[in-house]
């Protein structure tokens, strides 16, 4: 892959990290990188090692997470904010990737994270498909 190729993935990987709750597909995304879609959805999960779409998810539900722990929206008003358009999708994806449902993440104390420095806590509370892979591993 050339340095140009990687620059254009991160244009495209600016975007889902920009725009996550606009609805975007991978031909959306595969303009903002100057591909074709099926180019961009294999260089793109060569160079991130996840595919366009579940990067992307990775971001909604890092953002629900925070709005979630706020305790001000509902579950579907949460699912709605970060772009999903499906509730039993999002609780599902969620689930997957927290360990969690979004229900019950909302209804536990988060008073601990309260005390972390935003820079921090974001690293804190990212979802990731390879750490939750590993742990369901070990269980």
Do not use: N, W
């Amino acid at each position: 892959m050339t340095p140009e190729d990687l620059a254009h993935l991160r244009r495209a990987r600016d975007l889902m990290d920009r725009e996550y709750a606009r609805p975007l597909d991978v031909p959306a995304m595969a303009r903002a990188a100057l591909m074709s879609p099926s180019h961009f959805s294999r260089q793109f999960r060569a160079a991130y090692g996840e595919t366009p779409y579940g990067y992307l998810m990775t971001r909604r539900i890092e953002r629900a997470k925070a709005l979630l722990r706020l305790g001000k929206l509902s579950v579907t008003e949460v699912c709605v904010e970060v772009g999903c358009t499906s509730l039993g999708s999002f609780s599902a994806r969620f689930t997957e990737l927290v360990g969690e449902t979004p229900s019950a993440y909302r209804a536990r104390a988060h008073d601990a994270l309260s005390v972390v420095p935003g820079c921090q806590l974001k690293g804190l509370t990212r979802p990731s498909r390879f750490r939750e892979a590993t742990r369901s591993r070990r269980a």
